[in-house]
């Protein structure tokens, strides 16, 4: 005959034992949330974290306003710059500690700003490490030829560039070893590799992967919601 099931406390009165005093559903609570919140930190530092393009530098592919979460992992693991806003001695800061795949022409990346280690960017990688990178009349020319570029996007008129202009006119340079050259899909819109040079690969925190949030705050509408944007997979 089967024994039907009791609590840890009614099987500890049939024994004769006192029961165990249980914690307070306050304390649980409490408990529950603090774990949540450890994991949360650890995902958001290690694995995956949320970004909002603030700029139309990355136009067409971002706008301002989208919100786009960045895979930490799939270079490898990348000490953070810091832990908790703290940088106790000792740790390699910024730096990956072993690499899982290499960083490829044409990914999208969130970097940390080599100018400014407390802002992040993010970017396309065009040059790679013994890339030969030349910017002619505002078109990227790769290694001697030019570079095919379907996500690139231009404003200006070409009658209206000019080779006095670091924009239009740059290189030719060959991006050291360890370092990468970014551009902005909006070529005539961005601040990159042109203007204050090459980025050290160590400093790339992640690869955009989708925007999971699009809002248009130049939309007079009562919740301008870029609807058709919700899941895009960052290309």
């Known amino acids: 005959m089967s024994e039907p099931l009791r609590t840890a406390e009614s099987r500890e009165l049939a024994e004769g034992a006192a029961p165990a005093v249980r914690k307070s559903v306050l304390r649980e609570y409490a408990e529950a949330l603090g774990i949540a919140l450890v994991l949360a930190l650890l995902i958001r530092t290690f694995f995956v974290q949320a970004y909002e393009i603030p700029s139309g530098s990355m136009e067409p592919t971002l706008l301002v306003g989208d919100h786009i979460l960045a895979n930490k992992l799939v270079y490898g693991f990348r000490m953070p710059d810091s832990i908790f806003g703290l940088t106790p001695g000792g740790l390699p800061y910024g730096r990956y500690l072993f ?13 940390v700003y080599p100018l400014n280690p407390s802002e992040d960017y993010i970017k396309r990688v065009i040059g790679i490490p013994g890339d030969v990178v ?45 370092k990468l050259f970014m551009m902005g899909d909006n070529r005539d819109d961005s601040s990159d590799s042109r203007f204050w040079g090459f980025a050290p690969e160590d400093n790339v925190e992640g690869r955009a992967m989708n925007i999971y949030w699009s809002w248009d705050g130049d939309d007079g509408g009562i919740l301008p919601l870029r609807w058709s944007r919700f899941g895009m997979a960052v290309r």
């Open 99 to 111: 690499r899982l795949e290499p960083i490829h022409r044409g990914d999208v990346v969130v970097f």
């Open 134 to 178: 030349e910017v002619k009349a505002g078109k990227v020319w790769l290694n001697g030829a030019p570079m095919a570029d379907p996500h690139a996007h231009f404003e200006v008129p070409d009658a209206d560039r000019s080779t006095a202009s670091v924009r239009d006119s740059f290189g030719p340079v060959t991006v050291p070893p360890g």
